[in-house]
């Protein structure tokens, strides 16, 4: 018995390291992400424009490796629209911008576990099951605005991504935070870490662990913060706010949480504090 104990111990420290190599390595891959070099269409620039202002404090470079990773996302992901709506080529083309926006300087893959988008016209009520206990249905919560699946699939509200986007100062954004959730779990667990490199993993553990009790600390004695108190609920959603927060508060996130804002710039290889603002 103590052999085969042995053995079983031994197997599940071998599948968690390979399991931790495989996922390093889909972030770091052996050569550089090759771009398209097809012809973008004519109309993506004024919908990113329009839809994106956070795109607009981009340089040129920027701009065509935006519209580049968008061709690439939109080739590889399946858009489906639910509640009856139409996807348009406005709608794939704002939300995958948004998207990509996070990977403009990350070298690895575009979402190598995401394969479907659901968008609704607008705020959604998920769909659920019984109490295995009781049988009983949970009263519906309040009306989300995206939700992001471990299997692949990501679920946007269309109005509510406009709404966010076109404000880019209110520190939210439904598609950063949905598919900074979607960075997160490439690893195949959800905990505020997405895939980093080894010599980076204690910093970034450190740093998020302390910031993630101030604003729990900040919620429940309702002191304000630059960071929404969603953020306090739990490791991952805070890693979500925190990237909103990052990329539409960039200047007030770096003076109150300088720490914070130094691990996302490392991590995204983006500084947007150093940006102009756009209009």
């Known amino acids: 018995m103590e052999l085969v104990a042995v053995l079983g111990a031994v197997f599940v420290l071998l599948v968690v390291g390979y399991l931790g190599v495989s996922a390093v390595l889909r972030r770091i891959p052996a050569t550089s992400l090759r771009l398209p070099t097809g012809p973008i269409p004519d109309t993506w620039s004024g919908i990113v424009e ?10 040129a470079d920027e701009r065509e490796r935006l519209l ?16 009856g709506l139409t996807i348009t080529e406005e709608m794939k083309v704002t939300i995958a911008a948004g998207a990509c926006l996070l ?15 659901l968008v609704y016209p607008h705020g959604f009520v998920p769909k659920l099951a019984g109490s295995p206990g009781t049988g009983q249905v949970a009263p519906p919560p309040a009306r989300l605005m995206g939700e992001s699946w471990g299997d692949g699939v990501v679920v946007i509200s269309w109005d509510d991504t406009v709404r966010g986007a076109r404000n880019p100062a209110d520190g939210e954004n439904v ?9 997160d779990a490439e690893d195949g667990v959800s905990d505020g ?15 998020l662990s302390e910031e993630y009790e101030r604003l729990r600390r900040d919620a429940a004695h309702d002191r304000g913060s630059v960071l929404d108190d969603y953020g306090a609920t739990n490791k991952a959603e805070f890693f979500a706010v925190a990237t909103e927060t990052f990329f539409e508060k960039p200047v007030q996130l770096q003076r109150e949480h300088p720490e914070l804002y130094g691990q996302l710039q490392q ?7 150093r940006r102009a603002p756009p209009p």
């Open 50 to 59: 329009r839809n994106v202002p956070l795109s607009r404090g981009l340089s």
């Open 68 to 83: 580049r990773l968008v061709q690439i996302f939109l080739t590889d992901k399946h858009f489906e629209g639910c509640g």
């Open 103 to 117: 990977l403009l300087h990350l070298e690895g893959p575009c979402y190598p576990t995401l394969r479907t988008v």
């Open 175 to 183: 598609v950063l935070h949905e598919f900074a959730h979607q960075l």
């Open 193 to 207: 870490a997405p895939i980093l490199p080894p010599s980076a993993l204690r910093t970034w553990g450190g740093v």
């Open 267 to 273: 991590f995204y290889q983006q500084d947007p504090a």
